[in-house]
């Protein structure tokens, strides 16, 4: 549906731009296209399973009128079920780690969100976020849109993203580079590149501390330790990260992150978040390899205004 004739705000979701990113990969041997999620109406990627996993638990009967969703998030799948449920009838209630931005907290209360702030703890503590969520679904009889298990998360991009990318490119990619937060991107769109082309790699980009990369290496998880970039990476694989499609996993340092987020900015114009920044600069060394024949594609994920009171961003500002 076009623009011009949308209804419906979550109509606007979805079909974004895939750009080339000519000044960062000149010289590499095959060129970097990266698609504009930031560019979604809710501002990131996660605007798709918002719509996703509200349509699918619609269909199934599992949303009445003035239900509350509750959802543990990074903030960017939080914003994603405001806008939607706002337009449908739902209250939303998110549950974050306390060492996620204030500005996406203060989006959600914006947006009249319920934000429940819980410790920054490891998976398996009863105030993980995660576990907190779960047990305030339970409790309280609202729907849990558990975005790191419902396959309608990696259906959606299986089915939308992916086809989009094969529209955009003809067809022809050479790999696709992305990180992992719930699974979602990197497996539903992997798997259809893949069912398209098998000689497509998917690359996992991974922070350097993140435990994740180890485990597709080995299939064992890292030791996993601090980290800056927001909505990547972890200590344990959600169920929605399918290993099976994933070829290989490169590591990037938070500073390399920002620094090629800052490149982002100042040299594309693309107003992007950190783990944008990480996609980019892993997708960067997948393009300067011999044995990818085709496009490399990634995704930014989200934008700037996520991140305005963080150091990285305060830095970015400072020149």
Request: glycine letters at 12%; hydrophobic letters at 45%.
């Amino acid at each position: 549906m076009s623009v011009a004739s949308a209804r419906r705000v979550s109509e606007l979701i979805g079909n974004t731009p895939l750009v080339r990113l000519e000044r960062l990969d000149a010289g590499a041997r095959q060129p970097v296209l990266a698609k504009c999620e930031h560019l979604n109406p809710g501002g990131s990627i996660k605007d798709r399973i918002a719509l996703a996993i509200i349509a699918d638990a619609e269909q199934r009967g599992l949303l009445a009128p003035g239900a509350t969703i509750v959802e543990a998030t990074a903030g960017n799948t939080g914003v994603g079920l405001a806008l939607v449920g706002a337009e449908r009838g739902y209250n939303v209630a998110c549950v974050m780690p306390n060492k996620m931005s204030v500005d996406k907290r203060r989006a959600l209360a914006a947006q009249g969100a319920q934000v429940i702030i819980t410790p920054d703890v490891s998976f398996g503590d009863p105030q993980h976020f995660q576990a907190v969520a779960a047990r305030l679904a339970d409790e309280r009889g609202w729907f849990l849109a558990d975005q790191f298990r419902n396959p309608a998360n990696v259906e959606v991009h299986a089915r939308e993203t992916a086809r989009e990318i094969l529209e955009q490119t003809g067809g022809r990619v050479g790999a696709f580079v992305v990180g992992a937060g719930t699974g979602g991107t990197i497996s539903g769109v992997g798997r259809a590149l893949k069912a398209h082309d098998a000689r497509v790699r998917v690359v996992l980009a991974d922070p350097a501390q993140s435990a994740l990369a180890a485990w597709v290496e080995h299939g064992e998880l890292g030791e996993a330790g601090s980290y800056k970039v927001e909505g990547i990476g972890g200590s344990v694989v959600p169920e929605n990260l399918h290993g099976d499609v994933i070829d290989e996993a490169l590591r990037v340092s938070d500073e390399d992150s920002f620094a090629t987020a800052a490149r982002l900015w100042r040299e594309q114009g693309l107003l992007v978040g950190g783990s944008a920044g990480t996609n980019v600069a892993a997708a960067l060394r997948v393009a300067a390899r011999d044995d990818i024949d085709g496009a490399v594609v990634t995704v930014l994920p989200d934008g700037w205004d996520r991140y305005r009171s963080t150091e990285w961003m305060q830095r970015l500002a400072d020149g």
